[in-house]
């Protein structure tokens, strides 16, 4: 039976975690969200997720990384484990309406996340066997 857990050792916390991340330059995007990768060693995969205030307030904002970190906890079986995942939402939220961004489904976040998560593995094993 699959375990679905997201301990604190599943999360990037730190200000370098992030930054490494975001220096290793391998990013996927759809309409809702921008997820950037980078290979980690400890052969587990961690998550991080961030949403701009400019995307509405903040039980909106909430409620989209809850929606977010519950796809990486129910997904996380599923995706390569030796990676860490920064999911930023796009910035094309603050466009829409509160009411629109409140119909975004932990289904729709999730069903992006594994796409975007599967393109990210294919385009690192294209960039390292150059």
Known sequence: MA?????????????????TVFDYKLFIKNDLMTLYMAPNDSGKARFAVSISAKAGPAVIRNRLKRLAREAFRL??????NGFD???L???SLSKMENS??????????????????????????KRNNK
């Open 3 to 19: 375990r679905y857990k997201f301990p604190k050792s599943a999360k990037l916390a730190s200000k370098s975690d992030f930054r």
């Open 75 to 80: 997904s996380q079986n599923d995706i390569n």
């Open 85 to 87: 995942y920064l999911v």
């Open 89 to 91: 939402f796009s910035s």
């Open 100 to 125: 629109d961004i409140k119909k975004i489904t932990l289904n729709q976040i999730r069903q992006g996340f594994m796409t975007l998560a599967e393109k990210g593995c294919r385009l690192f094993e």
